[in-house]
């Protein structure tokens, strides 16, 4: 067995403003990085169109036909002051839902040990019936509850390693206890949210906030001393990693200063947890990143950890 890359050219119809940093060249500098020889054993999918079906089990189905109406014919609809959507976005959209939820198809069924869709737009920020920070569906929340539907889990962990608060994830989340959240992140930073006081009514959400400036040093103190402890005792079915990037010090949009090492690391210990847990099933979405040379160090990073098994 071995890890799945679920990618497809649509995602690079998914257009933005000039100058926007959530731009089609983030996927271009991740394929021109896993081209290289050394990835060649990673085996490729195109990723489906996920279903309105899948995605309400997140969201609610009148944001997602909300959503769908605001998709233009032409030209760019702005859903908030940095979120907008071109002619290609709703296709973008879906097919980053259907990568994620067939990154579960494969690994529960034991096709693969893991999997990463290399997708955009992001999700992390999409909260049950709001769209922001460049985010429109929630893809690994919408994983975690197609997880739980086809395949009975009762127990699912998202980790979020992205500069920014995971606010979306929280909030679909955030009185749920079959779904553990943990997350590292800058704060402040947008989205503002993300203090380590807000656990959810459940007490199965773990926010690990980190100062600007704050390096590798700091990131592994907060998953070794809060994040793993939670995780292992939480005991989950499968691990989803909410793969951000933008915590690496060239990103211009975090103050964080994590180098590709960091990533592998958290990736390496959460695969540990998945191990421990649930036969290793692990899969992983793109969330951020922004520095193109950072994103495609770092997702080369975290996608050759994944193939060690």
């Not at 879906?94 to 955009?120: I, M, Q």
């Not at 962990?157 to 079959?178: E, L, M, S």
């Not at 040093?217 to 079915?237: D, I, Q, S």
């Not at 998945?274 to 994103?295: C, K, P, Q, R, T």
């Amino acid at each position: 067995m071995s890890t799945l890359l679920l990618h497809h050219s649509s995602y690079l119809d998914h257009l933005t403003p000039v100058g926007h940093p959530e731009r089609p060249d983030r996927i271009r500098a991740i394929d021109r990085i896993l081209e290289h020889e050394k990835f060649q054993s990673v085996e490729r999918d195109l990723a489906p169109m996920g279903t309105v079906e899948d995605i309400a089990r997140a969201h609610p189905m009148s944001y997602v036909d909300q959503i769908h109406r605001l998709a233009p014919a032409e030209g760019t609809a702005r859903v908030d002051a940095d979120t907008t959507m071109s002619p290609g976005t709703w296709e973008a959209a879906l097919r980053g839902v259907g990568g994620a939820c067939r990154a579960v198809d494969e690994v529960l069924t034991k096709k693969v040990n893991n999997a990463f869709s290399a997708s955009r737009p992001p999700g992390h920020h999409a909260e049950k019936d709001r769209a922001m920070g460049f985010c429109f569906f929630n893809n690994a929340a919408v994983a975690a509850r197609y997880a739980q539907a086809k395949f009975g889990l009762e127990r699912v962990a998202i980790v979020d390693f992205d500069v920014h608060h995971g606010n979306g994830t929280q909030d679909i989340f955030w009185d749920d206890p079959t779904v553990m959240y943990c997350s590292t992140h800058q704060m402040p930073l947008y989205p503002g949210s993300g203090a380590a006081s807000e656990t959810g009514e459940a007490n199965t959400i773990v926010n690990a906030p980190l100062a600007p400036g704050e390096d590798g040093t700091g990131f592994k103190e907060a998953f070794e001393v809060l994040l793993l402890p939670r995780l292992n005792h939480f005991a989950p079915e499968l691990v989803i990693i909410s793969a951000g990037f933008d915590a690496h010090m060239r990103d211009p949009l975090g103050g964080l200063n994590l180098v590709e090492a960091d990533f592998a690391w958290a990736t390496r210990a959460l695969m540990d947890v998945a191990d421990a847990h649930s036969n290793g099933h692990l899969i992983s979405v793109l969330e951020g990143g922004y520095d193109l040379e950072g994103l495609a160090r770092s997702v080369a990073a975290h996608v050759m950890t994944l193939m060690t098994g």
